[in-house]
């Protein structure tokens, strides 16, 4: 039986982060790879964790 492989989305939330549903292979800057289900990615820049979002867009008024 052959696997049917559903395609990465990358959804906007406004105000917030982007939501990536995969399953996906992040790659980080350090060459580290992590396959993910799915992640809320900061779009905001002002997360402490990036390249992961840790809410901090609603501490600063983040509205795009
Ligand atoms: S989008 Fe959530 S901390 Fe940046």
């Known amino acids: ?11 906007v939330l ?4 982007y939501l990536v549903k995969g399953p996906f292979t ?3 800057a ?8 799915s992640a809320h990615l900061c779009r905001c820049g002002a ?3 990036k390249p992961f979002c840790d809410g901090t867009h609603g501490k600063i008024g983040f509205e795009k």
């Open 30 to 37: 350090d060459g580290r790879e992590e396959t993910m289900e």
């Open 1 to 11: 039986m052959s696997e049917v492989k559903q395609p990465v989305t990358l959804k």
């Open 14 to 17: 406004k105000g917030a982060p």
């Open 47 to 49: 997360s402490s964790n």
């Open 26 to 28: 992040l790659i980080h």
